[in-house]
T-cell receptor, first 111, second 117 residues
Framework: NAGVTQTPKFQVLKTGQSMTLQCAQD?????MSWYRQDPGMGLRLIHY???????DQGEVPNGYNVSRSTTEDFPLRLLSAAPSQTSVYFC??????????FGNGTRLTVT | AQTVTQSQPEMSVQEAETVTLSCTYD???????LFWYKQPPSRQMILVIR??????QNATENRFSVNFQKAAKSFSLKISDSQLGDAAMYFC??????????????FGKGTKLSVKP
């Protein structure tokens, strides 16, 4: 069972470039979310989805877009990368009344 | 809005000793879930223990146990017989039992635990 798969594991971007962080889960979970982790800040919610076709903003959504066309996939798009988006990004999913399952994270550096 | 506070940015424990990590939270809800996650240097987020607020009995998972004080809104993690592999960042987290935005996990800022041999 693969669980939550995130790609890539590492990425370096230049300011202004765009990219998509991929996230897929094979547990048929309705709920999926994206967090960013910064030193001393814990994990902060960027966007989340409670099912295919439904997305909403979290605590720090600016500069990020998401879509949920299928139950399995929840990509995170950076439209124009900024140094402030340098962070570690986690995708996570859960079923009803179950704990959150995390991907292994993506370390993104924006220069 | 709910908040989670971990007041100890860093903690240290001697191998084989016991350590307690603190967590407090603020909520007006009567039912909710609380979690402790471990993040070793590998960056992986690992669920350590989970507590449902309606359960009075404290959750236990092997060497890990919690002291859940609902009235005080406190949820501390006790690690017994500490091992070198316990060295990690530990996050306390809260979740409402409801759906939508209330179902999001809210994290504390974490406690970095070092284990001395």
């Amino acid at each position: 069972n693969a669980g939550v798969t995130q790609t890539p594991k590492f990425q370096v971007l230049k300011t202004g470039q765009s990219m998509t962080l991929q996230c897929a889960q094979d547990m048929n979970h309705e709920y999926m979310s994206w967090y960013r982790q910064d030193p001393g800040m814990g994990l902060r919610l960027i966007h989340y989805s409670v099912g295919a076709g439904i997305t909403d903003q979290g605590e720090v959504p600016n500069g990020y877009n998401v879509s949920r066309s299928t139950t399995e996939d929840f990509p995170l798009r950076l439209l124009s990368a900024a140094p402030s988006q340098t962070s570690v990004y986690f995708c996570a999913s859960r079923g009803y009344n179950s704990p959150l399952h995390f991907g292994n994270g993506t370390r993104l550096t924006v220069t | 809005a709910q908040t989670v506070t971990q007041s100890q940015p860093e903690m240290s424990v001697q191998e084989a000793e016991t350590v307690t990590l603190s967590c407090t939270y603020d909520t007006s809800e009567s039912d909710y879930y609380l979690f402790w996650y471990k993040q070793p240097p590998s960056r992986q987020m690992i669920l350590v223990i989970r507590q449902e607020a309606y359960k009075q009995q404290n959750a236990t998972e092997n060497r890990f146990s919690v002291n859940f004080q609902k009235a005080a809104k406190s949820f501390s993690l006790k690690i017994s017989d500490s091992q070198l592999g316990d060295a990690a960042m530990y996050f306390c987290a809260y979740r409402s039992p409801f759906g939508g935005s209330q179902g999001n996990l809210i994290f504390g800022k974490g406690t970095k635990l070092s284990v001395k041999p």
